[in-house]
């Protein structure tokens, strides 16, 4: 199983940009099989909407640093590591400069980047963008569309509700960027079954049954692709470890190593944000790499 780990990006490692790409190199050279980095725009001071099912958003999303610039930072000091976005809020940027920026780190990068999209949950992050909250699966499936035209087609041309594109030239073309989709819902579920290349499940050490949480779904998509006339094995996934408040690399291991033994998963990555010290980035966030990698 390929081991990753989230880019330190949120909170007080927001404040420290430049050990990025400290950061990125040194957990390649451990043995970091990909870095990943999140989407937050903003924290409301009282929010509408709380996160992950709670009335309160974390601490750290005060302060946060763009995702497709991090891993522009961590490609420039890194050769083999995959570089991966969960989740990029597609729906809050233009389709054909979100097309365009992620092809550019694809091209710096050298065919590195794995983008996986989602819709976010936040409407002060919608307001602050000008993007209705209500259309954000619509601005979604058409961000969809715009990605596969301007990444293949020459000339490229869309005409949706969000962009309208003249047939024009866009000739710098990517190597080839996997897209994978986050979302539980049931259209959320027939997007990926039918344009994604993968789909991106959550987990916390506290998750018990990683059949009921991952692999059951797992299953549910690639029988849902091979109804659609894809072929199953084209869905793939990749597993987040969230590490709640007061989490250990210890645990982090744990569930690594239980992910491995009881799915078939092959890609998990771990969320350092919450880990006492690491967190922050710096060489905190470099000892719990080691740590956890040396315990799998």
């Keep these: 199983m390929r081991i990753g780990f989230g880019l330190p990006q949120f909170g007080a490692a927001a404040a420290r940009a430049d050990e990025t790409m400290l950061f990125a190199a040194g957990a390649e050279e451990l043995g970091a099989a990909s ?18 099912g709670t009335d309160t958003v974390p601490e750290q999303f005060r302060a946060s640093l763009d995702p497709l610039g991090l891993l522009t930072a961590a490609a420039a000091v890194t050769t ?6 969960s989740t990029l ?13 992620a092809l550019t780190v694809d091209r710096l990068s050298g065919g590195r980047l794995l983008l996986g999209l989602g819709t976010g949950w936040s409407p002060e992050e919608y307001a602050a963008v000008g993007v209705p909250m209500a259309r954000r699966g619509d601005r979604l499936d058409e961000a969809l ?40 819902a049931p259209r959320a579920r027939r997007r990926i079954a039918l344009h994604a290349d993968g789909f991106l499940p959550v987990v916390t050490p506290q998750v018990r049954d990683l059949s009921a949480a991952v692999s059951a ?10 109804d659609a006339g894809r072929d199953p094995a084209g869905i793939d996934a990749v ?17 690594l190593r239980r992910v491995r033994e009881d799915t078939a998963v092959p890609h998990a990555f771990v969320d350092l944000m919450y880990l006492p010290g690491a967190g922050a980035g710096g060489a ?9 990698l040396a315990a799998v």
């Design 217 to 226: 779904p797992w299953a549910e998509l690639r029988a849902a692709a091979a």
């Design 35 to 52: 870095l990943w980095a999140g989407d937050r725009l903003l924290t409301a001071v009282e929010p509408s909407v709380g996160y992950g």
């Design 145 to 184: 569309e715009v990605l596969d035209a301007w990444w293949n087609d020459d000339p490229v041309a869309h005409d949706g509700p969000a962009a309208t594109i003249a047939p024009s030239h866009v000739q710098v073309k990517p190597h080839g960027i996997p897209v994978y989709l986050a979302g539980w």
């Design 89 to 101: 809020n597609a729906p809050w940027y233009p389709p054909a400069l979100l097309a365009r920026h």
């Design 239 to 255: 597993l987040r470890i969230n590490l709640p408040p007061g989490s250990t690399t210890a645990d982090a291991a744990a569930t």
């Design 80 to 85: 083999g590591v995959q570089l991966g976005t």
């Design 284 to 292: 905190d966030a470099l000892r719990a790499v080691e740590e956890i």
